[in-house]
Nanobody, 121 residues
Framework: QLRLVESGGASVQPGESLRLSCVASGSLLDHFHVAWFRQAPGKERERVSC????????NYADSVKGRFTVSRDNYRNTVYLDIFSLKPEDTAVYYC??????????????WGQGTQVTVSS
């Protein structure tokens, strides 16, 4: 059973950067496509990015294009989300999710517990 653990969330000021990590165990992550989601208080969950299992195709929500970069290191069983020029509206719990199917499945099978990102001056 694939297990995902996110880390890297923090309280930061606007304009700063963060790297979130999603570490997998229990299975080889290169079998899975991995997405990052976020959910802010009182808002619906939003998918912000997804990277395919090989790491050569990634997509982003329009709201984060140009500021978020997803990458993966399959040897370390880890997917990263680099967030630049953080804004208060990026405040949310960030989750990684994985699925064998594709980046376009309606419901990802495996989820982490989330990591909190708070952007405030």
């Amino acid at each position: 059973q694939l297990r995902l653990v996110e880390s890297g969330g923090a309280s930061v000021q606007p304009g700063e950067s963060l790297r979130l990590s999603c570490v997998a165990s229990g299975s080889l992550l290169d079998h899975f496509h991995v997405a990052w989601f976020r959910q802010a208080p009182g808002k619906e969950r939003e998918r912000v990015s997804c990277i395919n299992n090989y790491g050569d195709i990634a997509n982003y929500a329009d709201s984060v294009k140009g500021r978020f970069t997803v990458s993966r290191d399959n040897y370390r069983n880890t997917v990263y989300l680099d967030i630049f020029s953080l804004k208060p509206e990026d405040t949310a719990v960030y989750y990684c999710a994985a699925d064998r199917g594709s980046c376009y499945v309606p419901n990802f099978q495996h989820w982490g517990q989330g990591t909190q990102v708070t952007v405030s001056s």
